[in-house]
């Protein structure tokens, strides 16, 4: 006779999307890394095709991408 099988009260994709949160931050993490770098050349007066926009408003992306990341590395 076979054993029961436990059924635990999560859904499958509860563990798979630990994973994707992972993904996503380092996603994120490699983001804000590449707008430190523009903000950096901008600085510097250097230029660069991927600089699209104004330093103001790069400076307020990189502070959102910040406290999502923040907000976020504390629920994993």
Same mark, same amino acid.
């Given at each position: 006779?076979?054993?029961?099988?436990?059924?635990?009260?999560?859904?499958?994709w509860?563990?798979?999307? %630990?994973?994707?949160? &992972? %993904?996503? !931050?380092?996603?994120?993490? !490699?983001?804000?890394?590449?707008?430190? &770098?523009?903000?950096?050349?901008?600085?510097?007066?250097?230029?660069g095709?991927?600089?699209?926009?104004?330093?103001?408003?790069?400076?307020?992306?990189?502070?959102?991408?910040?406290?999502?990341?923040?907000?976020?590395?504390?629920?994993?």
């Amino acid at each position: 006779m076979e054993e029961p099988i436990e059924q635990i009260p999560q859904d499958d994709w509860v563990e798979q999307d %630990l994973l994707t949160r &992972d %993904l996503a !931050g380092s996603l994120l993490d !490699g983001e804000i890394a590449a707008e430190r &770098d523009r903000l950096a050349r901008l600085e510097r007066g250097e230029g660069g095709d991927d600089i699209v926009m104004s330093k103001a408003d790069m400076e307020r992306r990189l502070a959102a991408m910040i406290d999502i990341r923040t907000k976020n590395a504390h629920k994993g």
